[in-house]
């Protein structure tokens, strides 16, 4: 995401050439690629190691069970990050959530990982369509156990649009690090630059890292993206293109989201997606809609140093979405909502979560 973070800053000085570069290159403006889901040809089914998607599709398929003796209390479907894949996703927190008896599976999603059309941009229909299937493939297989589904910063977005579209079989579902970046929040000047960069040169790819915002405290956890094969370094401009009008309707979505118990996880230190971005978006959802704000805790959220006690607070919710969280993260959350809308950094901008580490 850190990639959107510098089209916004570069959106000052590019503005006036972005608008002439507009009417010259036109006529030879290029279209950003897409590779949606295909037309149905089959069930989809839950498979061993994959989901197949009603178009043939294979979506690599990923599970964490709880240690041996430990009974499943709870079935979870982890939706990644942006540029992450399930393998990695499913490391660190998951670990505390397995030893409470969550039992979370994950897929990589179109365009990521190991699943179909990697490095392009599925769409965002695709997305929460797969998510959807995904989700009743597996209430099917466990209709008596509770059913909670997760997104992280680029999943969350995808998450919601999965729920706004249609009910989901879930008993409850998690935001974590949302990635809620409109346009009306970016602005025209860096919406438009970004719009010619994606028209123009649409396979552009661009490597990650943008200043000093890093997406952890944990480092080990940001090298082990870096040394990971299956994580997506060089991110293409149309694909961040994408990723923008997936969070803008995110966004646009969120005051009719999400029709379950719904908990939103954010980290006070959070640079790649700021807080103050989504505080006014998260205070037009649902009233049962719940925050737990973590003074302490960056973008990866059960990836930083504080993962247990945010894996420890998502178990207590799982158990009981009204009562009280074990950190007070909850408290803290629902203090900062009431607080008058902060301004946005004036140096931020949705290119953090195109090219920060499971952004």
Not at 192 to 210: D, I, M, Q
Not at 218 to 242: H, S, Y
Not at 339 to 356: F, H
Request: glycine share 10%; aromatic share 6%; net charge neutral.
């Amino acid at each position: 995401m850190k990639m959107l973070h510098r089209t916004r800053r570069a959106a000052r000085t590019l503005a006036p050439a972005a608008l002439l570069g507009a009417a010259l290159l036109g006529a030879v403006a290029c279209a950003p690629r897409v590779q949606p889901a295909g037309p149905a040809i089959g069930t989809p089914l839950l498979q061993e190691e994959a989901i197949l998607a009603a178009d043939g599709a294979l979506l690599k398929l990923r599970r964490r069970d709880p240690p041996t003796g430990v009974p499943v209390r709870a079935v979870l479907l982890a939706l990644h990050g942006f540029n992450d894949h399930s393998g990695n996703f499913l490391q660190d927190g998951f670990g505390r959530l397995a030893e409470g008896g969550v039992l979370t599976y994950a897929y990589d999603q179109r365009g990521f990982g190991a699943s179909p059309g990697r490095t392009l941009w599925a769409g965002a229909e695709s997305m929460a369509a797969d998510a959807a299937t995904a989700l009743r493939l597996l209430r099917a297989r466990y209709p008596e156990t509770p059913l909670f589904l997760i997104g992280e910063s680029m999943g969350a977005s995808v998450a919601v649009l999965a729920a706004t579209a249609q009910p989901l079989p879930v008993d409850g579902m998690m935001l974590m690090a949302p990635a809620f970046w409109s346009r009306a929040e970016i602005g025209p000047v860096a919406v438009g630059a970004f719009w010619l960069l994606a028209h123009t040169l649409p396979a552009l790819a661009f490597p990650p890292g943008a200043g000093d915002i890093v997406a952890s405290d944990n480092m080990e956890a940001l090298r082990r993206f870096g040394r990971d094969p299956l994580t997506i370094k060089d991110t293409r401009i149309d694909a961040a293109w994408g990723l923008l009008d997936l969070m803008d309707r995110a966004s646009l979505n969120l005051p009719g989201c999400c029709g379950v118990p719904t908990l939103v996880l954010q980290g006070a230190k959070d640079r790649v997606v700021p807080p103050s971005v989504t505080q006014g978006q998260l205070a037009q959802m649902r009233p049962d809609t719940r925050l737990a704000r973590y003074p302490d805790g960056l973008h990866l959220l059960l990836r930083d140093s504080i993962r247990d006690r945010v894996a420890d607070d998502i178990l207590a919710w799982m158990a009981a979405t009204r009562a009280p969280l074990p950190s007070g993260a909850d408290q803290v959350g629902a203090a900062w909502l009431g607080r008058p809308v902060e301004p946005a950094p004036s140096l931020a901008g949705p290119a953090e979560v195109a090219r920060a580490p499971g952004g």
